[in-house]
């Protein structure tokens, strides 16, 4: 059994954990069965934010010291982010709907800064498509990698900063202000989610190596049986 | 339709969008694998 085989099937046990703990968890005497949604919403944004920072980091490590496995991993990284925060959009929207009455509001920050922090991160994955040589597309990636970590403290501090729909953070270093069954269901998810990232991230950064692998193969292949230039054959 | 369709259709589309994406990558390795 390969390491991603093993890493999957402790994210799929994970993973059934987390949903055990989040049908079983008792619903919220306000929000009923619709506060269920917070072990998916929570976890997918928290993993969504490490993702991006893991992003940042391995974009300043390949800036620093131009090694691939940097960019494999910034890029690897950012795509799974873009990932947990389509998750996070989408159950925000649906709750916000049973919650608030509306599933968007393009004035409130929280929402809006989540939505801009993926459209910038779908934007990471489209410039890196478009670009051919892998280093311009390494350093154009990392610079952008660095740049567009900013929104992450700005996102998850929005609701404190600004005047927003969106409840404040529910654990504070203060403590919580769940109730102990719905906080354990929320961090046995959170774990889930992580061990789910680290699989994700083990597969992923595996696909492109192999793909970085296969190109120089061809790209070699490619020189070998390069025909020769009109100019460089000799009259026959 | 009822809380409980509505939250089971919010966990069934978030796990789905989940397994998608680690079977895109499965076919994506193989076929890196098999060309390789």
Redesign the interface.
Known sequence: MTRIRVLFSVAAAAMTVGLWFALTAPPDSLQGEYSRIINVHVPSLWLAFLAFGVTALGSIMWLWKKKQRWDRLASASAEIGVLFTGIGLFTGMVWGHAVWGRAWDWGDPRLTSTAVMFFVYLGYIALRNAVDDPVVKARRSAILGVVAVVQVPLVYFSVNLFRTLHQTQSIRPDGSTMPAEMLIAMLVNVVAFTILYVALMAARTDVARLEEANRETELLAGDAVKPPKLSEVGDV | MS??A??AG??V???G??IA??VY??L??RR??T??
């Open positions: 809380d409980t509505v939250v919010v966990f589309i978030s796990y969008m989940i994406y680690s990558l499965h994506r390795r890196a694998t060309r390789s």
